[in-house]
Nanobody
Framework: QVQLVESGGNSVQAGGSLKLSCRAS?????????IGWFRQSPGKEREGLAG????????FYGASFEGRFTISQDNYENMLYLQMDTLKPEDTAIYYCAAASGSWARVDGACRNLDVGQFDYWGQGTQVTVSS
């Protein structure tokens, strides 16, 4: 059972930066994982921001997020990060770390699609508030 704990959420001014962290535990050595970031604003559906297969360098981004957001991982420390730059008020949301597990095809697809329904494990979320 994978457990995910996010941290780093805060209130910032527009134009500022934040780096979110996600500490993972419970990975199985026999399974593949896509690990990613999602967010949900009040009244909106949860949307995929970025993902990467655990232990690999390739990164995948949701539409319009590449450039301002950068995902990275420290596989040895079981940490996932999201660097967010040039933040805007519309970035205000709860940010979630998530993981999809299974075959290579499944996790590769989860990372490419960043579809909420393809992810099996979720953190509790961390609040990001951007003021103008």
């Amino acid at each position: 059972q994978v457990q995910l704990v996010e941290s780093g959420g805060n209130s910032v001014q527009a134009g500022g930066s934040l780096k979110l962290s996600c500490r993972a535990s419970g990975y199985s050595s026999s399974r593949n994982y896509c690990i990613g970031w999602f967010r949900q604003s009040p009244g909106k559906e949860r949307e995929g921001l970025a993902g990467m297969v655990r232990g690999y360098r390739s990164t995948f981004y949701g539409a319009s997020f590449e450039g301002r957001f950068t995902i990275s991982q420290d596989n040895y420390e079981n940490m996932l990060y999201l660097q967010m730059d040039t933040l805007k008020p519309e970035d205000t949301a709860i940010y979630y770390c998530a993981a999809a597990s299974g075959s290579w095809a499944r996790v590769d697809g989860a990372c490419r699609n960043l579809d909420v329904g393809q992810f099996d494990y979720w953190g509790q979320g961390t609040q990001v508030t951007v003021s103008s």
